[in-house]
């Protein structure tokens, strides 16, 4: 019996988090093209921020394509983490690893 309320849990997760917005990261020299998408759609006017660069603050507004550059100065290669919330008030996050070295 419990091995069903496992199985029922998992499929429940699953398909609410296929219902979220998703983001995809293509990495440049000079920052990132963020991408994100809600239910497989881009996901136009969602607010993209970086939540682990202390000095940026700012939120950036994809465009009707669901994409956003978001400029990144960094001293370091380091892992950067984005959020985004879509306008029907999903929240989805990601890591992408940014290299100095390109």
């Given at each position: 019996m419990s091995s069903l309320k496992v199985?029922?849990?998992t499929?429940?997760?699953v398909m609410s988090?296929?219902?979220f917005a998703d983001i995809r990261v293509a990495d440049t020299h000079n920052g990132a093209w963020i991408t994100?998408?809600?239910n497989g759609q881009p996901a136009a006017n969602a607010s993209v921020s970086v939540a682990n660069v202390p000095q940026q603050k700012k939120a950036y507004q994809t465009d009707e394509k669901g994409r956003v550059f978001i400029p990144l100065t960094l001293e370091n290669?380091?892992?950067i983490k984005y959020k985004a919330k879509t306008e029907s008030g999903r929240e989805?996050?990601?890591?992408?690893?940014?290299?100095?070295?390109?």
């Open positions: 199985l029922t849990a499929a429940v997760i988090t296929s219902a994100v998408t809600e290669s380091r892992s989805s996050s990601r890591f992408a690893f940014h290299s100095t070295n390109k």
